[in-house]
C-alpha cells in the first residue's frame, strides 16, 4: 500500500493546491501537519500561478493499493 501525504492550500487567486509527500509515518497527526503548514506560509515558501499560498485548506494521508489479478 503506498501512503501520501498531502497539504491541501488555497492560492491567492482561489485555487487549491496540493502538496503530495511520500511516505509519511503512520503516527502523523492533523495538529502536527497543519503546524508545518503553518510554517510554509508564514515563511512564504513557495509561490504558484494563482500568486502565493494564502490558506490552510486540508491535510490528509491518501492510500492507494494495488492489487493483481488472479
Given amino acids: 500500500m503506498v501512503k501520501t501525504l498531502e497539504l491541501v492550500f488555497r492560492n ?3 485555487k487549491e493546491v496540493t502538496i503530495n509527500l511520500a511516505d509519511p509515518r503512520d503516527d502523523v497527526t492533523q495538529a502536527q501537519a497543519k ?3 503553518q510554517d510554509i506560509l508564514t515563511k512564504n515558501v513557495f509561490s504558484t500561478k494563482g500568486g502565493d499560498l494564502a490558506q490552510i485548506v486540508d491535510a490528509r494521508v491518501r492510500t ?3 492489487v493483481s489479478l488472479a
Fill in 64 to 66: 492507494r493499493e494495488a
Fill in 35 to 37: 503546524t508545518v503548514m
Fill in 12 to 14: 491567492q487567486s482561489g
